[in-house]
Structure formats: C-alpha cells, structure tokens
C-alpha cells in the first residue's frame, strides 16, 4: 500500500512539473491539423474527372 502511494504521488508530482515547465504541444501531435494535411493532400492527388463520354 505504500509503495503504491508514494509511486501514485511521485507520478503526480513529476506530471505537475512537466506539464508547468514543458510545452506538451510538441509532445501531443495536433489531430485537426494532421487530418486537414491528409484531406488536402488526397484531393491534391485526385484526378480530373475525364470528359470523354
């Protein structure tokens, strides 16, 4: 049971440190951003519909 406490508070008090101290946006990549990257390069990559009908 101690071990779990004082491991379960290390943890915390490191977290608290890092999230004060670090910019986490460099760490957690940005989802929005990456999709939109996605949907432009698939539709840079789509071809023109052919008109030979």
Do not use: H, R
Not at 4 to 31: C, E, H, K
């Amino acid at each position: 049971m101690l071990q779990f406490l004082l491991g379960f508070t290390l943890g915390n008090v490191v977290g608290m440190y890092l999230a004060q101290n670090y910019d986490v946006s460099i760490l957690i990549p940005n989802i929005a951003k990456k999709l939109e990257d996605f949907k432009k390069d698939v539709e840079a990559k789509k071809k023109p519909p052919s008109d030979k009908s």
